[in-house]
């Protein structure tokens, strides 16, 4: 797809999933640092680039995930190498406190998080938010629409998308 396209004409964000962390203590048994390093220069050489734009920890669950001291170095080292443009984290699950944590660590460049109507913690969400952009994090969201029905099982009443777009813009 991107062989014959100029570099600068598209913009590549990856990721290795943290998901399976549902314990901040399972860290150490789960993805080493080489491990990190391992699936970093997989997804350069799968997509045959000298550069990933955006690199995630993705599926991040607990704030000592993306704050792991081996993890950082490996990104740090990278980026510095100029491999990886922009550090990120993906967040489905305690988003305030993540988007907090990742924002005062100064290694991160981005947080991409679920963000709708529907979360519980919306109003949390909405404030780490103003905080990170405050301080010059990049922000991202997903999950806007909030799945296609209100009642999943069922699949009858359809969720307005548009509304549900306009609410996550304007929030």
């Given at each position: 797809?991107?062989?014959?396209?100029?570099?600068?004409?598209?913009?590549?964000?990856?990721?290795?999933?943290?998901?399976?962390?549902?314990?901040?203590?399972?860290?150490?048994?789960?993805?080493?640092?080489?491990?990190?390093?391992?699936?970093?220069?997989?997804?350069?050489?799968?997509?045959?680039?000298?550069?990933?734009?955006?690199?995630?920890?993705?599926?991040?669950?607990?704030?000592?995930?993306?704050?792991?001291?081996?993890?950082?170095?490996?990104?740090?080292?990278?980026?510095?190498?100029?491999?990886?443009?922009?550090?990120?984290?993906?967040?489905?699950?305690?988003?305030?406190e993540i988007i907090k944590?990742?924002?005062?660590?100064?290694?991160?460049?981005?947080?991409?998080?679920?963000?709708?109507?529907?979360?519980?913690?919306?109003?949390?969400?909405?404030?780490?938010?103003?905080?990170?952009?405050?301080?010059?994090?990049?922000?991202?969201?997903?999950?806007?629409?909030?799945?296609?029905?209100?009642?999943?099982?069922?699949?009858?009443?359809?969720?307005?998308?548009?509304?549900?777009?306009?609410?996550?813009?304007?929030?």
């Open positions: 797809v991107f062989k014959n396209r100029p570099r600068d004409s598209y913009v590549i964000g990856t990721s290795i999933g943290m998901w399976q962390f549902r314990k901040a203590e399972q860290i150490k048994n789960k993805i080493s640092a080489q491990t990190l390093r391992d699936y970093i220069e997989g997804s350069l050489e799968r997509l045959a680039l000298d550069s990933i734009d955006i690199y995630y920890l993705g599926g991040v669950q607990h704030k000592e995930i993306a704050l792991y001291e081996p993890y950082l170095k490996v990104l740090k080292e990278y980026k510095e190498a100029g491999k990886l443009k922009f550090l990120g984290v993906t967040t489905h699950t305690n988003e305030p944590a990742v924002t005062d660590c100064d290694v991160y460049d981005v947080v991409l998080t679920a963000h709708n109507f529907r979360k519980n913690n919306r109003e949390e969400i909405k404030e780490a938010i103003a905080y990170a952009a405050g301080k010059g994090m990049g922000i991202a969201a997903m999950k806007t629409q909030a799945g296609i029905y209100w009642d999943r099982r069922q699949k009858k009443r359809m969720i307005n998308m548009k509304a549900a777009l306009k609410w996550a813009l304007l929030d």
